[in-house]
Structure formats: C-alpha cells, structure tokens
C-alpha cells in the first residue's frame, strides 16, 4: 500500500514540475534589439513583454517572469532609483502560455542582415 501511495506522489510530483511556466527573458533591449535565454517562472508568475521608451526617442524593451498582479501596468524607471529624475516609462503586457512574451528580437535581425550581406556578395561575384 505504501508503494502505490509513493508511486501516486512522485507522478504528482513529476507533472507539477512539467507544468512551469517557460518565457523568454531580456534583461533591456534598445530598438527590437533584445538578446533572451529561456527562463521558468515561479509559482504565481506570468510572462511579460515590457515595451517602453527612454529620452522620447530610445524604444527601451524587456521580457521575463512577473507577478501576477503587476501585469499589464505602467511604471516609470528613475535613475538613480530614489530620485525623481525619470529615464524611462515601462508598460508591462502579460500572457500565460509557454514561450508566449515573443520569440528572441535578435534572431530577426541577424537574417535580415545576413540576407543583405548575401545579396551583396552575389552582386559583386557576378
């Protein structure tokens, strides 16, 4: 009887585990430029895509793990953090499926210039 009860807690045990939420992280990016690794959330945690912009010019992003309760939320960034002097306004968008808060921003640029650097090279070959 002990045996099926420790079997039942370790398949328990197994699909909690295989049920954590995975997201992409950034910690900031500029522009769509935004190197990520994949993260596993916490209990209580969604992912989250932050886009904002710092000076009025700079897009300023960041992606990651985030409490419930602090998504979909704007939230001004000073430096240094106890002043009032604002670097940049952040708005924080959540999602609950894996992988959901986009894939990596870098890959994206990385083809297009790798086209643009093939195309070039054909041109000068011909």
């Not at 190197?35 to 897009?59: H, L, M, N, P, R």
């Not at 083809?111 to 090279?121: E, G, K, M, N, Y």
Request: proline letters at 2%.
């Amino acid at each position: 009887m002990n045996r099926i009860i420790l079997q039942l807690f370790a398949v328990g045990v197994c699909f909690a585990i295989g049920q954590a939420l995975e997201c992409y992280e950034c910690k900031i990016g500029f522009w769509n430029l935004c190197i990520t690794k994949k993260i596993t959330c916490e209990t209580g945690q969604e992912c989250f895509t932050g886009k904002g912009s710092a000076a009025g010019f700079v897009d300023v992003t960041m992606k990651g793990c985030l409490a419930k309760n602090e998504c979909n939320s704007s939230k001004d960034v000073n430096f240094p953090s106890s002043s009032n002097t604002t670097i940049y306004k952040m708005k924080k968008t959540c999602c609950n499926t894996h992988l959901c808060n986009g894939a990596p921003g870098i890959l994206g640029g990385s083809l297009v210039l790798a086209s643009v650097a093939a195309l070039l090279t054909a041109n000068m070959l011909v």
